[in-house]
T-cell receptor, first 116, second 113 residues
Framework: GAVVSQHPSRVICKSGTSVKIECRSL??????MFWYRQFPKQSLMLMAT?????????EQGVEKDKFLINHASLTLSTLTVTSAHPEDSSFYIC????????????FGAGTRLSVL | QKEVEQNSGPLSVPEGAIASLNCTYS??????FFWYRQYSGKSPELIMS????GDKEDGRFTAQLNKASQYVSLLIRDSQPSDSATYLC?????????????FGKGTLLTVNP
């Protein structure tokens, strides 16, 4: 149980384009989803927290207009990297928590974004 | 700013030995503590969670928590080459309703056959 699916696993795009990453909870309803970014040899840095039906809460220093997060249902959250630039190249990982066990986060497999 | 500190390693142990991983945190009010394992190029996988002072054992893994010292550790007994990975310590902030995690930078463990 508690499977989180993240798609795509890898994306290569040209500078200036937008990329959408999906995060789905397959066998549970996720009241809260989290989006992280991880640069090489660095730890996971929380970008934003999203609750179903409400606006995402962004961490300090994360541009909300550049990283658009939508959490339209209890099983789906999306992260759109708008006008991507090479410095946005990173490993993006989502996680989800269950309402009855909010302190446990289940992670998706991650998306490797490379912006040329 | 909440901080979670880990020795970056690499920590190298022979197969069958005990690997000891350490973590300290700055937020004295933190309530929940987690150890994740991350293989290269993969996302983190939850190994252990611990909430109370003392030891918690699960198979070959033992987590230890000392809130007074703001210290949490992970022991891996009978280490196997498949345990070679980066181990991330994560601390959950106290208060609030979203249960955010703060991660350390991770300790790279290599188990040599």
């Amino acid at each position: 149980g508690a499977v989180v699916s993240q798609h795509p696993s890898r994306v290569i795009c040209k500078s200036g384009t937008s990329v959408k990453i999906e995060c789905r909870s397959l066998d549970f309803q996720a009241t809260t989803m989290f989006w992280y970014r991880q640069f090489p040899k660095q730890s996971l840095m929380l970008m934003a927290t999203s609750n179903e039906g409400s606006k995402a809460t962004y961490e300090q220093g994360v541009e909300k207009d550049k990283f658009l997060i939508n959490h339209a249902s209890l099983t789906l959250s999306t992260l759109t990297v708008t006008s991507a630039h090479p410095e946005d190249s990173s490993f993006y990982i989502c996680s989800a928590s269950i309402s009855l066990a909010k302190n446990i986060q289940y992670f998706g497999a991650g998306t490797r974004l490379s912006v040329l | 700013q909440k901080e979670v500190e880990q020795n970056s390693g690499p920590l190298s142990v022979p197969e069958g030995a005990i690997a000891s991983l350490n973590c300290t945190y700055s937020d004295r009010g933190s309530q929940s503590f987690f150890w994740y394992r991350q293989y290269s190029g993969k996302s983190p996988e939850l190994i252990m969670s611990i909430y109370s002072n003392g030891d918690k054992e699960d198979g070959r893994f033992t987590a230890q928590l000392n809130k007074a010292s703001q210290y949490v550790s992970l022991l891996i007994r009978d280490s196997q080459p498949s345990d070679s990975a980066t181990y991330l310590c994560a601390v959950q902030e106290s208060g609030g309703s979203n249960y955010k995690l703060t991660f350390g930078k991770g300790t790279l463990l290599t188990v040599n056959p």
